[in-house]
Nanobody, 122 residues
């Protein structure tokens, strides 16, 4: 059973930075595409970023491009999301997900973490 556990969320001020981590266990980490999504209560989940299994391919939502950076450490079975220049509109629960397909669509991912709250105050 593949498990994903996010950490690193918190309450910060606009302009601050946070680094989210997602530890993956129970599967062959290096074979998965990993993505970050976020969700605000009452709204549909939003794609944030994705990284290929090798780490040489990344893609970002326009809303975070230039501010967020996704990376992975296959030796540590961990994917990261470095978030800089945070804005109040980045406030959400952030989820990491693992799948076999390089995709921005939630339904293509097989495994999900429990989420970590990020709150950005103005």
């Amino acid at each position: 059973q593949v498990q994903l556990v996010e950490s690193g969320g918190g309450l910060v001020q606009a302009g601050d930075s946070l680094r989210l981590s997602c530890a993956v266990s129970g599967g062959t980490f290096s074979s998965y595409v990993l993505g970050w999504f976020r969700q605000v209560p009452g709204k549909e989940g939003e794609f944030v970023s994705i990284i290929t299994w090798s780490g040489d391919g990344t893609y970002y939502a326009d809303s975070v491009k230039g501010r967020f950076t996704i990376s992975r450490d296959n030796a540590k079975n961990t994917v990261f999301l470095q978030m800089n220049s945070l804005k109040p509109e980045d406030t959400a629960v952030y989820y990491c997900a693992a799948g076999r397909k390089y995709s921005v669509y939630r339904q293509t991912y097989d495994y999900w973490g429990q989420g970590t709250q990020v709150t950005v105050s103005s």
